[in-house]
């Protein structure tokens, strides 16, 4: 017969009735899951820029798109001294001409000089469902911040916000990206080493994200929710973000020019003060 203790720790018997147990899991439970393990449920492990998915991913040849990956890289390194300074970059161009290669190439360099904060490449042709949905996104970019070693004031700060709300994954984009990404920063914006921090975030294939239905599809009196809007939700609120004082990362997002998403920069282009978003044009 199998012990009832088997999985009790820090236990001992006092006399002939008294027992006193630490740790104690009835046989067969699993314990309770870290926070990590939450935040490791929801994300796009393939998205990452060195994921074993990507390991076939396209990346520039030596000397190839040299001019586009220093006008990026420099952007993100030196962008600090431009007079008229602005946090988000678009790398743009049509299919095939090598957006992903340039992003997977910056982020080698950027991981190399210790500027990468965090990658997600969105993808189509995944067979990860996960890289294709908006959802992923946010719980993704925080799990890199837990894992990177210069921040680890933000990576308590951000599994507490797992611990206290384990539900944040099933709120709305700027809510998680709010509560896991902006809150743990602002607490920790006054304590050093800042100057120790990464520097960029890097998004790929933006208009490979996919919509996310929330409605039953099949009444016809809800209209179903279209890739555009998903991926205009995520630009609003990496928007919202980089003109947060306490976010202290640079954003490159590369895409194609689809319609949306250029209106979207060229609409950000007209707010006074805000002047045009970078562009690298592919």
């Known amino acids: 017969m199998p012990s ?13 009735t008294h027992i006193y147990a630490k740790n104690y899991n009835r046989y ?5 899951r870290s926070s990590i393990e939450k935040l490791r449920e929801h994300i796009a492990a393939g998205a990452l820029h060195n994921s074993a998915e990507r ?10 798109r040299v001019a586009a990956q220093d ?22 161009g049509p299919a095939g001409s090598g957006k ?8 080698d360099t ?21 890289r294709r949905l908006k959802r992923y996104l946010v719980p993704t970019l925080a799990y890199q911040f837990v894992q990177h070693k210069a921040m680890a004031q933000v990576a308590a700060q951000i ?17 998680q990206f709010d509560q896991l990404i902006l809150e743990p920063l602002r607490t ?25 239905q929330y409605q039953n599809t099949a009444r016809s009196d809800v209209p179903p929710r279209s890739k555009e809007d998903d991926q205009i939700e995520i630009l609003s609120v990496l928007k919202k973000a980089a003109s947060d004082p306490n976010f202290p990362f640079r954003i490159v997002i590369a895409s194609r020019p689809e319609h949306a998403i250029k209106r979207f920069f060229c609409r950000c282009c007209e707010v006074p003060d805000q002047g045009a978003v970078p562009r690298c044009q592919v």
């Not at 950027?110 to 042709?125: D, E, I, R």
Request: aromatic residues 8%; hydrophobic residues 35%.
């Open 188 to 212: 920790c914006r006054s304590h050093p080493p800042l100057r120790e921090w990464p520097k960029v975030i890097l998004i790929d294939g933006l208009d490979e994200c996919e919509a996310e």
């Open 159 to 175: 599994l507490s916000a797992v611990e206290e709300n384990p539900a944040i994954f099933e709120q709305n984009l700027g809510v």
């Open 28 to 32: 067969g439970e699993r314990p309770p």
């Open 55 to 64: 390991c076939d991913a396209p990346k520039c040849h030596p000397e190839t």
């Open 110 to 130: 950027c991981q190399g000089k210790g500027t990468l904060g965090a990658t997600h490449f969105f993808s189509s042709f995944s067979g990860s469902a996960n």
């Open 4 to 16: 009832h203790f088997k999985n009790a720790s820090n236990f001992n018997i006092e006399g002939d």
């Open 71 to 92: 006008e990026v890289v420099s952007w993100i390194c030196d962008g600090d001294s431009d007079d008229d300074r602005k946090e988000i970059m678009w790398v743009t």
């Open 100 to 107: 992903t290669a340039i992003m997977g190439s910056v982020a």
